[in-house]
């Protein structure tokens, strides 16, 4: 049988209970004790690097664990922003002014997600198109099987029509561009 060193727990041991056996208490994990606290030391000294020293680095550093929600709420506000408490949440907590303005930012970053996404299949679909040399007529007489799904039925007229929107928008802003 092997041998195992790693993973073990602490005991204390103590004659002091009333019928005489000895008392076992166990301590915990050391070395997830240890791996904590030098993951907390290594979360202080990057923000430190980032920041500079801070009351939030500085009581990671000094303690070993996150500030209660009292503490990190009180570092929170003398830091001008939220902190991590021990218990995982983010102190201090948002008002009403905050959650518009995250909601308004979230707004945003949505809006300009979803216009790239629409340049980047925009330019997709005009760079394979551009890429079709062959008589769209000739194309079609192929018979293709391909042709047979709804798909090009479903979206041809949307597409043109986007497209179609698309291509005046350009070309007024390049004649504004030019003049």
Known sequence: ??????????????NDSRDGNAVILPLGDAS???RVRQLLVSEALALEAQHG???????????H???????AATIGRLLGGRVEADDGSLQPAL???????LRGIKA???????????????????????????????????GSVML????????????????SRFAQEWHSREKETRA
């Open 1 to 14: 049988m092997k041998n195992r060193t790693h993973n073990r727990m602490l005991h204390v041991v103590s």
């Open 32 to 34: 997830e004790a240890n």
């Open 53 to 63: 020293k801070n009351a939030y680095s500085d009581y990671l550093l000094q303690h």
């Open 65 to 71: 664990r996150r500030p209660s929600t009292v503490e």
């Open 95 to 101: 008002n009403e002014a905050d959650r518009v303005a």
């Open 108 to 142: 945003r970053r949505a809006a300009a997600s979803r216009r790239y996404d629409h340049i980047l299949r925009l330019q997709t679909a005009i760079a394979a198109l551009a890429a079709n040399h062959d008589d769209p007529a000739d194309v079609i007489a192929s």
């Open 148 to 163: 047979d799904g709804p798909e090009i039925g479903l979206h041809l007229d949307h597409a043109l029509c986007w497209l």
